[in-house]
């Protein structure tokens, strides 16, 4: 059994928790790999991807594939390299320079190939994976659809037996990869409510992909919908069970969302590698930018809440890998594993896409008046940033789930109603659990409250084992989700509450760390 | 063929560095460690030969602590058949290096010696060739091109005349320049596989001591501030009462 059931930073404080520092030699390697990857291959290519240009983006992947990036954690009997979730969202985190280039990267060796690993037979994985976890294929994942978004298992695809064969005809629509895909997870439903997950080849009979999306950002991605007119697929490419489709696709977006955190502060490292760099060239009243208070302040800030983000992030790969790690490998068993910690990815979902938002949105605001040029690499960055809050679960009903989950768990005996009390967060979060109403808003405070309290007690539990900087970070990043928790604690009981006294904010020392390292510290 | 690759362990050369107080070395807390540049295009070199001709074989050798472990994994990463660590904590110049690798070398008998022509960290320039004078054996510095023969290699180098071409018999030195490769991105798969590879560590294979001592690291002092002079007149008159024109 794993030290840490879900949920259960809520009323216990860990002795440890997993973060980057702790890889060994050989796994920093595979990172840095990664990083040169990146900057080798990805970054000079970013504005031709942004166009389309024809065949580049599947090249790259091709590429990214024979080296390794396409299947990580993808199970080495299926072709993938069978390393940790922690080190596979780590170097997913740096292949994520480029956001257009790490969105298909990311639904190709995530979540297209994740309903398959935890739920698919022997000869799914054997006919699918390995070319999926080898970049010689590219995968995507057809959930939405026009009148189903949000309520994913609202979906009006329909799945209709005929012989041994399923007929599947409807609309998916938001389909990332969907122009360069072969292989397709899709979500449909049998006589009306039952929701099944097929394998679908891209040259199944009744299948047509339709034209790109004009998006405001991600230019580079494919997103397009899939056309289904009575597509015939064999018997054999159901995954799972009839009725059974939405552990199928639910559980593939507990582990996507945890992935689409590290995909949401690689941006982050761009961002501050382009605004530091500019803030030391920048001269005004003949001063270096960088050495002005409220520009400095802005790389302490964007310091803390990366590091807050990074923090919730590699725990929960490492409460995952724990728990995976215990499990027998059953589809019982891993559908175990997907769901215990649905509410830590959830969490880390919007900690991670509301840091890269508010962090990106100033590194723009250093630029000035360039920011908002296209010339400059930060209109682009912020335009592929604003797409992170809205998919895989927009922030709003992951924020609706956070807090529900936990009252849920606690009512069936799976987590513990008492808050460890071992921050001021988790002191008001404690207080307000009992007091949460029925709306939406009121559950949003307490998720939010939740959510800080996994992040401090994080932070709180690494930066003491890290010390310098890291523990720098963590006092600066405390000060701001006491004001932020304070905030959720009045909407949930309509109380006011008084802060305790701020620690150090150390903005000087954070921002030389942010400058000299050209980027998170 | 067996080709052997000297690695050495380096700050990383884009690491700002700063000499320690007492100016006795360098303040490395906290700063990464790479393997040489010129050592990885060796190692890269080594790796192509290999991949032309499956029986070629690969060793890497480092000199240094137990640190210098990461460096040969990565070469192993890389692709080297074999790693081996002479693990000493001694004071280490570039004829101590130098012999410590003759002594080896002359056990492992390989056809070639590949390394870097130097390291980023003190730019001696100075191993390859004392190894080559200490082994009797022909050299070519600041190879841009290595083919290997049978029984000989051609190297082509580049100088400020010209590029030449050199011919010479195994065994032989050859130290490498920056445009020989393009080192490649290391696959993952590569760097699992290096986890099994053996990597032994010994002592040393001499008594060797150092010649050269270093006595003092001191950072540069800074420049002093320039200032803007309003004409070419003004500059001229500058220069001229100054004595400098």
Not at chain 1, 133 to 153: M, Q, R, W
Not at chain 1, 255 to 261: E, F, H, Q, S, V
Not at chain 2, 148 to 172: A, H, I
């Amino acid at each position: 059994m794993q030290t840490e059931p879900g949920c259960g930073f809520f009323s216990h404080t860990p002795r440890s928790v997993c973060s980057p520092e702790g890889f060994h030699s050989d796994e920093r390697l595979m990172v840095e790999s990664a990083s040169q990857f990146t900057k080798g291959e990805v970054l000079p290519l970013a504005e031709r991807l942004d166009r389309q240009e024809e065949g580049l983006m599947p090249e790259l992947i091709r590429k990214a594939g024979e080296l390794g990036f396409c299947g990580v954690d993808t199970p080495e009997a299926y072709g993938g390299l069978g390393q940790s979730k922690a080190l596979a969202t780590r170097i997913l985190e740096f292949l994520s320079l480029d956001a257009s280039f790490s969105v298909t990267l990311g639904v190709t060796s995530g979540i297209a190939q994740l309903g398959l690993t935890l739920f698919g037979n022997e000869s799914q994985k054997t006919e699918h994976l390995p070319a999926l976890a080898s970049g010689e294929k590219i995968g995507a994942y057809c959930l939405s659809e026009p009148n189903s978004g949000t309520d994913a298992l609202g979906l009006e695809t329909k799945a209709v037996r005929d012989g041994d064969d399923w007929l599947l005809t409807g609309s998916k629509m938001w389909i990332s990869n969907a122009k360069w895909a072969e292989t397709f997870l899709v979500l449909a439903k049998v006589d009306g409510e039952q929701v099944t997950a097929f394998v679908v080849n891209r040259d199944t009979p009744g299948l047509t992909v339709a034209r790109e999306e004009h998006k405001l950002g991600l230019k580079g991605s494919s997103t397009a919908r899939v056309e289904l007119e009575a597509a015939r697929v064999p018997g054999k490419d159901l995954v799972y069970e009839v009725g059974k489709g939405h552990h199928v696709a639910l559980n593939a977006l507990n582990i996507g969302r945890l992935k689409l955190a590290a995909m949401s502060i690689g941006p982050v490292r761009a961002a501050l590698f382009h605004g530091t760099g500019y803030a030391q060239e920048r001269k005004q009243f003949g001063t270096f930018i960088s050495d002005f208070g409220l520009v400095r302040k802005k790389f302490a800030d964007a310091a803390a809440w990366f590091y807050g983000a990074e923090t919730a992030i590699y725990r929960t790969c490492g409460l995952l890998d724990e728990v995976f790690g215990a499990s027998d490998g059953s589809t019982a068993g891993n559908r175990a594993a997907a769901e215990e910690y649905a509410v830590e990815c959830s969490a880390c979902k919007v900690l991670a896409t509301e840091a890269e938002a508010r962090i990106i949105d100033e590194m723009l605001q250093v630029f000035g008046g360039f920011g908002f040029t296209e010339e400059f690499p930060l209109a682009r960055l912020y335009r592929d940033a604003r797409v992170s809050r809205i998919y895989e679960g927009t922030n709003e009903i992951n924020r609706a789930f956070i807090a529900d989950r936990l009252a849920r768990r606690i009512a069936s005996g799976h987590a513990l109603g008492g808050s460890a009390n071992d921050s001021f967060v988790a002191e008001l979060a404690g207080k307000a659990l009992p007091r949460v109403g029925d709306h939406q808003e009121q559950v949003g405070a307490m998720s939010d409250l939740l959510m800080l309290q996994y992040a401090v007690q994080g932070t709180a539990v690494r930066s003491a084992a890290q010390g310098g900087l890291a523990a720098m970070a963590n006092s600066r990043f405390v000060n701001w989700a006491n004001g932020e928790a304070a905030r959720a604690y009045q909407v949930v009981t309509g109380e006011s509450v008084t802060l305790p006294a701020p620690g150090p904010a150390y903005t000087d020392e954070l921002a030389s760390g942010v400058l000299e390292l050209r980027g998170p510290i | 063929m067996k080709i052997v690759v000297p690695i050495k362990r380096v700050v990383d050369p884009y690491a700002k560095v700063k000499p320690l107080a007492d100016g006795t070395g360098l303040d490395v807390a906290g700063v990464k460690f790479e393997i040489n540049p010129f050592d990885e295009i060796a190692m890269e070199e080594a790796v192509r030969i290999k991949e032309r001709d499956p029986s070629t074989y690969t060793v890497a050798v480092s000199i240094g602590g137990p640190e210098c472990e990461e460096q040969l994994r990565k070469a192993l990463a890389i692709g080297a058949d074999e790693a081996v660590l002479i693990e000493t904590t001694d004071g280490l110049d570039a004829s101590v290096i130098a012999a410590e690798l003759v002594a080896f070398v002359q056990e492992v008998a390989p056809d070639i010696v590949l390394m870097g022509k130097q390291s980023t960290d003190d730019d001696s320039n100075q191993v390859g060739q004392m190894m080559a004078a200490m082994l009797g054996w022909p050299q070519a510095t600041f190879a841009c091109k290595l083919t290997p023969g049978v029984g000989e290699v051609t190297v082509d180098r580049e100088t400020d005349s010209g590029e030449e071409s050199l011919r010479m018999k195994t065994p032989c030195v050859v130290t490498t320049d920056l445009r020989m490769n393009q080192p490649r991105y290391i696959a993952l798969p590569g760097i699992i596989k290096a986890r099994s590879k053996p990597l032994a560590k010994r002592g040393r294979g001499t008594s060797a001591s150092p010649r050269v001592r270093l006595t003092h690291l001191a950072a540069l002092p800074p420049r002093p501030p320039g200032r803007k002079v309003a004409s070419v007149d003004e500059l001229l008159t500058e220069l001229k009462s100054r004595g400098l024109v």
